[in-house]
Protein backbone atom coordinates (compact mmCIF):
# COMPACT_ATOMS: atom_id res chain seq x y z
CA UNK A 1 0.00 0.00 0.00
CA UNK A 2 1.87 3.55 -1.15
CA UNK A 3 2.90 5.34 1.84
CA UNK A 4 2.83 8.70 -0.29
CA UNK A 5 -0.15 10.30 -1.36
CA UNK A 6 0.13 12.24 -5.11
CA UNK A 7 -1.83 15.62 -4.63
CA UNK A 8 -4.11 17.93 -6.77
CA UNK A 9 -1.32 20.35 -5.86
CA UNK A 10 0.97 21.18 -8.75
CA UNK A 11 3.24 24.03 -8.32
CA UNK A 12 5.86 25.52 -11.47
CA UNK A 13 9.03 26.44 -11.57
CA UNK A 14 9.76 30.42 -11.83
CA UNK A 15 13.03 30.74 -11.11
CA UNK A 16 16.53 29.02 -9.97
CA UNK A 17 18.88 29.88 -8.23
CA UNK A 18 22.75 28.72 -7.48
CA UNK A 19 24.98 30.29 -4.44
CA UNK A 20 28.45 29.63 -5.45
CA UNK A 21 30.50 30.56 -2.49
CA UNK A 22 28.62 31.98 0.47
CA UNK A 23 31.92 32.85 2.39
CA UNK A 24 32.22 36.03 -0.83
CA UNK A 25 27.91 36.68 -0.71
CA UNK A 26 24.56 34.67 0.15
CA UNK A 27 23.40 35.91 -2.82
CA UNK A 28 22.22 33.57 -5.12
CA UNK A 29 23.14 33.68 -8.99
CA UNK A 30 19.67 32.98 -11.46
CA UNK A 31 20.32 30.13 -13.76
CA UNK A 32 17.53 28.62 -16.46
CA UNK A 33 18.13 25.23 -16.09
CA UNK A 34 19.69 23.14 -13.08
CA UNK A 35 20.96 18.79 -12.85
CA UNK A 36 19.98 17.35 -9.83
CA UNK A 37 22.15 14.75 -8.58
CA UNK A 38 22.34 12.81 -5.85
CA UNK A 39 25.07 14.95 -4.08
CA UNK A 40 22.77 17.99 -4.92
CA UNK A 41 24.02 20.64 -7.52
CA UNK A 42 27.45 21.01 -9.16
CA UNK A 43 28.91 24.08 -8.04
CA UNK A 44 26.42 24.97 -5.32
CA UNK A 45 27.53 25.64 -1.74
CA UNK A 46 24.83 23.56 -0.46
CA UNK A 47 25.62 20.56 -2.62
CA UNK A 48 27.48 17.06 -1.43
CA UNK A 49 26.33 13.93 0.16
CA UNK A 50 27.32 15.67 3.77
CA UNK A 51 27.11 18.72 5.30
CA UNK A 52 29.10 20.23 8.79
CA UNK A 53 26.34 20.89 11.16
CA UNK A 54 24.53 23.83 11.64
CA UNK A 55 22.18 25.51 14.08
CA UNK A 56 19.23 24.10 13.40
CA UNK A 57 20.41 20.87 14.62
CA UNK A 58 22.38 22.15 17.81
CA UNK A 59 20.02 19.49 19.94
CA UNK A 60 21.61 16.97 18.45
CA UNK A 61 25.02 17.40 17.38
CA UNK A 62 28.05 19.72 18.26
CA UNK A 63 28.21 22.70 15.78
CA UNK A 64 30.34 21.22 12.18
CA UNK A 65 29.48 17.79 12.57
CA UNK A 66 29.33 15.88 9.62
CA UNK A 67 26.25 14.31 9.06
CA UNK A 68 23.83 13.83 6.00
CA UNK A 69 23.07 16.65 4.10
CA UNK A 70 19.39 17.29 3.14
CA UNK A 71 19.94 20.63 2.96
CA UNK A 72 20.78 20.54 -0.92
CA UNK A 73 18.07 22.82 -2.15
CA UNK A 74 16.13 25.91 -0.49
CA UNK A 75 12.80 25.85 -1.73
CA UNK A 76 10.56 29.16 -1.67
CA UNK A 77 6.95 30.09 -3.35
CA UNK A 78 5.83 33.03 -5.15
CA UNK A 79 3.10 33.67 -2.68
CA UNK A 80 5.60 33.90 0.15
CA UNK A 81 7.92 35.82 -0.92
CA UNK A 82 5.14 38.47 -2.29
CA UNK A 83 3.82 38.35 1.46
CA UNK A 84 7.01 39.38 2.67
CA UNK A 85 7.92 42.20 0.23
CA UNK A 86 4.85 43.70 1.24
CA UNK A 87 5.52 43.46 5.04
CA UNK A 88 9.11 44.61 4.56
CA UNK A 89 8.03 47.59 2.13
CA UNK A 90 9.39 46.29 -1.28
CA UNK A 91 7.34 46.43 -4.51
CA UNK A 92 8.98 43.01 -5.26
CA UNK A 93 11.66 40.60 -3.64
CA UNK A 94 14.80 39.23 -5.34
CA UNK A 95 14.97 35.45 -4.32
CA UNK A 96 18.41 35.94 -5.05
CA UNK A 97 18.58 38.05 -1.79
CA UNK A 98 18.03 34.95 0.39
CA UNK A 99 20.55 32.41 -1.19
CA UNK A 100 17.36 30.58 -2.71
CA UNK A 101 17.43 27.39 -5.25
CA UNK A 102 13.93 27.15 -6.70
CA UNK A 103 11.00 29.39 -6.32
CA UNK A 104 7.64 27.46 -7.08
CA UNK A 105 4.26 28.87 -7.64
CA UNK A 106 0.63 27.30 -7.23
CA UNK A 107 0.71 25.56 -3.68
CA UNK A 108 -0.47 27.25 -0.45
CA UNK A 109 0.64 27.61 2.88
CA UNK A 110 4.41 26.30 1.51
CA UNK A 111 6.43 26.35 4.01
CA UNK A 112 4.32 24.13 6.31
CA UNK A 113 4.15 21.20 3.55
CA UNK A 114 4.68 18.22 5.57
CA UNK A 115 8.20 17.04 6.05
CA UNK A 116 9.17 14.15 4.23
CA UNK A 117 6.67 15.39 1.34
CA UNK A 118 7.92 14.95 -2.51
CA UNK A 119 8.28 17.39 -5.25
CA UNK A 120 7.82 15.77 -8.40
CA UNK A 121 8.67 16.84 -11.97
CA UNK A 122 6.67 16.08 -14.83
CA UNK A 123 10.10 13.69 -16.18
CA UNK A 124 10.25 12.20 -12.76
CA UNK A 125 12.90 14.28 -10.92
CA UNK A 126 12.08 14.42 -7.47
CA UNK A 127 12.77 16.03 -4.06
CA UNK A 128 11.74 15.23 -0.61
CA UNK A 129 11.55 18.30 1.88
CA UNK A 130 13.32 18.24 4.83
CA UNK A 131 11.77 20.81 7.40
CA UNK A 132 10.82 24.49 7.52
CA UNK A 133 13.66 26.57 6.63
CA UNK A 134 13.62 29.16 9.78
CA UNK A 135 14.67 32.79 8.59
CA UNK A 136 18.09 34.34 10.11
CA UNK A 137 19.57 37.69 10.03
CA UNK A 138 22.20 36.74 7.19
CA UNK A 139 20.23 38.16 4.17
CA UNK A 140 19.81 41.60 6.11
CA UNK A 141 22.79 43.01 4.51
CA UNK A 142 22.48 41.94 0.68
CA UNK A 143 18.61 43.04 0.77
CA UNK A 144 20.41 46.52 2.03
CA UNK A 145 22.64 46.68 -0.68
CA UNK A 146 19.45 46.80 -3.40
CA UNK A 147 16.72 47.96 -0.70
CA UNK A 148 18.65 50.11 1.57
CA UNK A 149 16.83 49.82 5.13
CA UNK A 150 14.86 46.99 4.58
CA UNK A 151 16.49 44.40 5.20
CA UNK A 152 16.11 44.71 8.97
CA UNK A 153 12.61 43.70 8.59
CA UNK A 154 13.02 40.61 6.89
CA UNK A 155 13.29 37.91 9.64
CA UNK A 156 10.17 38.56 11.26
CA UNK A 157 8.51 39.25 8.19
CA UNK A 158 9.43 35.91 6.88
CA UNK A 159 8.64 33.76 10.09
CA UNK A 160 6.32 31.11 8.77
CA UNK A 161 7.24 31.78 5.09
CA UNK A 162 10.49 30.89 4.57
CA UNK A 163 9.78 27.81 2.86
CA UNK A 164 11.95 24.85 3.39
CA UNK A 165 14.81 22.64 2.59
CA UNK A 166 14.86 19.58 0.43
CA UNK A 167 17.55 16.74 -1.19
CA UNK A 168 17.50 14.55 -4.45
CA UNK A 169 15.82 11.41 -4.44
CA UNK A 170 15.84 11.28 -7.94
CA UNK A 171 18.39 12.69 -10.32
CA UNK A 172 17.41 14.89 -13.55
CA UNK A 173 17.04 17.84 -14.64
CA UNK A 174 14.91 21.00 -13.17
CA UNK A 175 14.16 23.73 -15.13
CA UNK A 176 12.36 27.36 -15.50
CA UNK A 177 9.06 26.19 -16.63
CA UNK A 178 8.56 22.89 -15.09
CA UNK A 179 5.85 21.70 -12.93
CA UNK A 180 6.08 19.71 -10.16
CA UNK A 181 3.45 17.79 -8.40
CA UNK A 182 2.98 17.34 -4.46
CA UNK A 183 3.04 13.91 -2.63
CA UNK A 184 2.35 13.93 1.21
CA UNK A 185 2.56 11.75 3.33
CA UNK A 186 0.10 9.08 4.37
CA UNK A 187 0.13 10.01 7.90
CA UNK A 188 -2.08 12.01 10.40
CA UNK A 189 -0.35 14.54 12.56
CA UNK A 190 1.59 13.07 15.57
CA UNK A 191 -0.40 13.52 18.45
CA UNK A 192 1.75 15.01 21.36
CA UNK A 193 3.54 17.70 18.83
CA UNK A 194 1.78 20.57 21.30
CA UNK A 195 3.54 19.02 24.33
CA UNK A 196 6.78 19.90 22.08
CA UNK A 197 6.41 22.25 19.61
CA UNK A 198 7.93 25.94 20.63
CA UNK A 199 7.62 29.17 18.30
CA UNK A 200 11.57 29.71 18.50
CA UNK A 201 13.25 32.26 16.23
Known amino acids: MPALLPTEFVAKIVWLGR ?18 TFAGVAGEEHAGLTRPSCSRVTSQYPRYTEI ?62 DMENRPCVLPAPVINEDAPGHGKAFKSAAKGRRGVTAWVEREGPLRVGDTLRLHVPDQRIWQHLSDVSSDAD
Not at 19 to 34: G, K, M, N, W, Y
Not at 92 to 105: L, Y
Request: glycine content about 4%; hydrophobic content about 45%; aromatic content about 4%.
Open 19 to 36: VADRETSLRSEPLQEVQA
Open 68 to 129: RNVRQFSVVSAEELAAIAAKIGVAEFDPAWIGASIVIEGIPDFTHVPPSSRLQTQDGTTLVV
